[in-house]
């Protein structure tokens, strides 16, 4: 019988029995409503991991480690224990940035670190390997999009109040210095708020073109709920880079109206990679609503954990690492992936993929 995907670590000598990854997802929380896609995903990445020698010729298991607690330094303190017991030879996994950062700071690049999130760019710390996108991949073409095709100029920035939104609002602030948009105004709201009746007060009042939404699971669900209620959905339009299948399927169908996402990766994208993943995913485990929807946010898990492979099936001297996943051609330029983004438009409980956004000048 085949050995089971998540299972529990057992202290043992550096590179011996199970290529172990503690994996760090979403488990409750704010963020859980993306938590089962990231372990479907994850299934699928280690079982084609497995079928294919595994990484350094030993089978991958995954301990999971709820990533969605409150509290970034108790998720990271886990980490820590398992690693000082040398129970998990990797870490992975998607959470949020806040997260991240506790972990980072305590495993300290004492095991290979694939964050699969999108995240907010700046400081990269080099004990991490990001699989997920930048703003600059990510956001700022997206902006332009708008811009140039929609007339959007006037922003209003909602988000929560931690470090992924606020690092990322500053990214659009300068950014719309250079291409001639407004930032009206700004406000943040503590994860878990289920209440956005006074925010989307504050848009009514004053409405911009559109809003750019950088709230997380249940908040975007909670704002989207509220934007409905007020009937702006119909008037001003709503850009993240974070709002997935999950978070449309929470709303009513024409709350999603004037809802735009960019990301790597959607359920409805059309390319010969894409089509393959969702074939291989729906054969291992059907569909309908009982099975958890593919999203950008699951299949970044799968990402991730490809390219832990990747890395570690490689001599440290290699760094043209490049290979082919869902998202299409992936290359690795120091600790950052780069890979193609798209912009999409939600339509009723799904997206409709526009276009594939240029990708940002590298530096």
Known sequence: MAKP???TPRPKGRGVGPFMVGYVYPRSGTAGIYGPSCETCAELAVEKINREGGIRGREVELFPIDGGHSEPDRVAAEVGRLVRHNAIDAVSGWHIS???AAIAETVRGRVPYVYAALHEGGAINPDILYAGEDPAMQIGPALGWLRNELGLHRWMIVGNDYIWPTTTARYVRSLAREQGLTIQSEHYAPLCTQDYSAIVELVAAEP?????MLLVGQDAVAFNRAFRRSGLHSEVARFSPIVDENVLLAAEPDGNEGMFVSAGYFDSLMTTAALDFADSYHA??????AVPRLNSIGESCYEALLLLREVLRRPRSDHQLAYESPRGDIT????????????????????????????????
């Open 332 to 363: 690795l330029s120091s600790n950052q992936i780069r890979q193609d983004v798209y912009l999409a438009a939600a339509s009723g409980y799904d997206f409709d993929v526009i276009c594939r956004l240029p990708s940002p000048t590298l530096g």
């Open 5 to 7: 995907t998540f299972s």
């Open 98 to 100: 806040a997260v991240r």
């Open 208 to 212: 911009p073109d559109g809003v750019l």
């Open 284 to 289: 291992r485990f059907g569909s309908g609503f």
